[in-house]
């Protein structure tokens, strides 16, 4: 049997002064005629990045609507992680395929978590492309099976399209985070665009008061008089912790006292987080105001919250992103936003409204500056932010997305809500 991630328990109940009466009645009209219905997510991880940052808010809530619903882990060792991590980068646009013997490696994981799953689900909700084989020892399935991608795939190594297709095309649904991540040469069943989201109430995104915030960033060594700069985000090249270290230079041209904090988890299933880990630490070069952090120091959800909210900036650099939820955390924080111009990043940071765009670590530094030079005025442009993700991006709205789909799927009318899809392989 494949490892049970035990989620906790939420109430839908407590969503209720956060969204809108109608979503609230919306998800239990969807919720109803879904009642008992047995739904798994298997995924790579239980920890670190935005899957698992979705489930764990995501599932309880599902299961507090109604559903039967669990979340199992894969299993895997450094081999299969090194190989998911090529095919993870090739998707995002890396010119390295997969050699035959990566493929045979892949192809073998999966076919033993086959072996170790119990196809017993009305739903199968498989994230990214790590488990993504399985749905191929299933074909008489009582189940439909759905395929949740989160990573850019608007470029992506076609080398990889030909290696996944043909399993991503006996899947029911696939969903991606936006239009233009949707391969067109892969004949998917059906494919629909929703966001994710995140939890307004995890300790990670409760209000915490300014004051809380000072005492817990003060633990780890920063001078809560000086401003700082803060980018949260795994080690990974993608992700540009190096950009955001030469912007973090240039503001100091003109603000020696400014502070930078890289704050980054370390994934199980990333091998390559050590060495890029390394890479910045050096790049950083003894710089006593930089602060390299992880989940090794300590770093928990409250720190990462404290981090966002004490910050006069916050930053997110990335070269490519498949949506980008620490955007959506700062901006729910209503604090200042940069953003590197990058898949999902566009779709939250409309520039000069809800936060700033930039193509270079140079663009970010200017922004830097610029929300120094003018705190009220960014701070406005926060708060513009906090209300774009109120409308778009916490989780009820996502909630609203997966209940919509099991109706469609199981031929049930879903009224009113309406989902956004991207076509058909036959239209
Ligand atoms: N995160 C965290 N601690 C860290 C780094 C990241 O808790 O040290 C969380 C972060 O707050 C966010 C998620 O991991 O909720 C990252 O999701 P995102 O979509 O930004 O990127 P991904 O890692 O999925 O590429």
Not at 194 to 217: E, R
Not at 280 to 292: K, L, Q, S
Request: proline residues 4%.
């Amino acid at each position: 049997m494949l490892q049970l991630v035990n989620v906790g328990q939420k109430s839908l109940a407590d969503y209720a002064s956060l969204a809108t009466r109608g979503l609230m009645e919306e998800i239990r009209r969807l919720a109803e005629p879904l009642r008992g219905k047995r739904v798994v997510h298997l995924s790579a991880t239980a920890f670190g990045g935005g899957v698992a940052e979705i489930n764990y808010a995501l599932i309880p809530l599902m299961a507090d609507a109604g559903l039967d619903v669990e979340w199992r882990i894969i299993k895997g060792a450094d081999e299969f992680f090194g190989v998911t991590k090529t095919i993870h980068n090739a998707l995002q646009g890396d010119e390295r395929g997969l050699t035959e013997a990566q493929k045979e490696i892949f192809r073998r994981y999966n076919a033993e978590n086959a072996e170790e799953f119990e196809d017993d689900y009305d739903f199968v909700l498989v994230h990214d492309p790590q488990p993504a084989f399985m749905v191929d020892y299933f074909s008489g399935s009582r189940a439909r099976w759905i395929w949740r991608c989160h990573i850019d795939l608007s470029t992506p190594n076609s080398d990889l399209i030909d290696f996944l297709g043909p399993s991503l095309e006996r899947y029911d649904a696939a969903i991606f985070h936006r239009r233009e991540y949707v391969p067109d040469e892969i004949r998917l069943q059906e494919a629909f665009i929703w966001p994710p989201a995140i939890d307004p109430l995890t300790p990670k995104n409760m209000a915490l008061s300014a004051d809380d915030a000072a005492y817990v960033v003060d633990q780890f060594g920063i001078h809560i008089d000086r401003p700082l700069l803060t980018q949260i985000s795994r080690f990974d090249p993608w992700k540009d912790p190096l950009g955001v270290i030469d912007a973090y230079r240039i503001v100091r041209e003109q603000h020696p006292d400014v502070q930078l904090a890289l704050v980054g988890s370390m994934a199980h299933d990333d091998p390559e987080g050590w060495d890029f880990y390394n890479r910045t630490v050096a790049h950083a070069d003894g710089d006593p105001g930089i602060f390299i952090l992880s989940n090794l120091n300590n770093i928990g959800s409250v720190e990462v919250n404290a981090f966002q909210v004490h910050s006069a900036a916050v930053l997110q650099k990335s070269i490519k992103e498949g949506f980008g939820l620490t955007v959506t955390e700062a901006l729910w924080k209503a604090r200042p936003t940069i953003g590197g111009r990058a898949g999902g990043i566009v779709d939250q940071i409309q520039a000069g409204q809800t936060g700033w765009l930039v193509d270079s670590s140079e663009e970010a530094a200017a922004a830097c500056l610029e929300i120094m030079a003018d705190p009220a005025a960014a701070g406005l442009r926060g708060r513009a932010g906090k209300e774009y993700v109120r409308q778009r991006f916490l989780m009820t709205r996502l909630l609203r997305d997966w209940l919509a789909l099991f109706n469609r799927l199981e031929g049930n009318d879903t009224g009113e809500t309406a989902l956004v899809t991207a076509g058909t392989a036959s239209s």
